[in-house]
């Protein structure tokens, strides 16, 4: 074979291995961090270690998951935006990330602009949930309880800014009742008080309900969702006795700002990964949850549009942090 010819083949086979390849990611060989904004327990903290495990297979490198929990996902977020846009430091945010930008007065990042948006990867349901010990068994009942004793309840506040916060928010106003909200920095410690018995109520997502459903530790009042969940069955929307009420919260992943194209789109490909495996949803199914793949340009865009949302929602309903 000729010189020329050898060094033709040699160069078509490198070039179909590089492409059998993943591509090159800048910090290749450094662990690849996820920072998750609520102690461990919570739905971002179980989504975060499920995504984590399948890119850590595609990507061939250690993925590893770290809480840094309180201000509602914002010490998190801050973590992130400052960190090397290398793709070695990435953020599983929720509706927090959107609603925080209006939520918050002196934020120290730019929900927008410090962030380079990957994927959504699920949408979650909420369920109206009350202490198993609770003086009544259905929405109705609490509306009524809540009337005749206004400020004696109280709702567990998983996270500030959260759309669980704002599902409570929206409850209280749609229903004229006056609950006292006490804030938790995470789903987890608030749903243990709650079936400890210190606080009354509580909007928690499907992920977190599901494994108390069947023991009579709490109960189930009602689904946030449109319609009712096979998951929970017998348990009505809670649309049903407050007319057009409807909430779920959204959990995506992002990196800093300026993260080179090839690593977005990269990490983009292993979490969608991630999130098309049969075994993941066939996870999201049984917890209620909805998995969801974007491209980061779509999820770009409805992150502007969330923020644009949430702001209008919190200067009609008055929702402050405490």
């Known amino acids: 074979m000729p010189l020329t010819r050898r060094h033709f083949a040699a160069g078509m086979a490198l070039a179909m291995l590089a492409a059998m390849s993943p591509a090159p990611c800048a910090a290749q060989d450094k662990p690849m961090t996820i920072i998750v904004g609520s102690p461990a327990g919570g739905t971002t903290d179980a989504l975060a270690r499920l995504i984590a495990r399948s890119m850590s297979q595609t990507l061939h490198r250690t993925v590893v998951v770290d809480n840094r929990p309180g201000a509602g996902g ?54 109206l949930v009350a202490r198993k010990n609770a003086p009544f068994d259905t929405t109705a009942g609490l509306i009524e309880y809540a009337k005749r004793n206004p400020g004696k309840l109280s709702f567990a506040i998983g996270a500030q800014g959260s759309s669980l916060h704002l599902a409570s928010e929206q409850f209280k106003l749609q229903t004229g009742t006056d ?7 995470g789903t987890g410690p608030a749903m243990t008080d709650l079936l400890g018995g210190t606080v009354d109520l509580m909007f928690a997502s499907t992920v977190n309900v599901l494994p108390h459903a069947h023991g009579g530790s709490l109960k189930i009042l009602g689904v946030s969702s449109k319609d009712p969940l096979p998951q929970f069955a017998g348990v009505p929307t809670i649309a049903a006795t407050v007319k ?21 789109d990269q990490l983009y490909r292993a979490v969608k990964i991630a999130v098309e495996d049969p075994a993941y949803q066939r996870r999201m199914e049984t917890e209620a949850a909805i998995a969801v793949s974007m491209t980061p340009q779509a999820f770009g865009q409805f992150v502007r549009n969330d923020i644009q949302h949430w702001a209008k929602v919190i200067q009609s309903s008055g929702t402050k942090v405490e």
């Open 74 to 127: 914002n010490i998190a977020a801050q973590y992130v935006a400052r960190s090397v846009p290398d793709g070695s430091t990435l953020l599983m945010s929720f509706t927090a990330h959107t609603i925080n930008a209006s939520l918050y007065k002196n934020l120290p990042f730019d929900a927008v602009r410090d962030f380079t948006p990957i994927t959504m990867v699920a949408r979650v349901p909420s369920v």
């Open 179 to 185: 609950i006292l909200n006490i804030p938790y920095k």
């Open 244 to 264: 057009g009420f409807e909430s779920s919260a959204w959990f995506g992943l992002f990196g800093p700002a300026k993260l080179p194209q090839a690593v977005t």
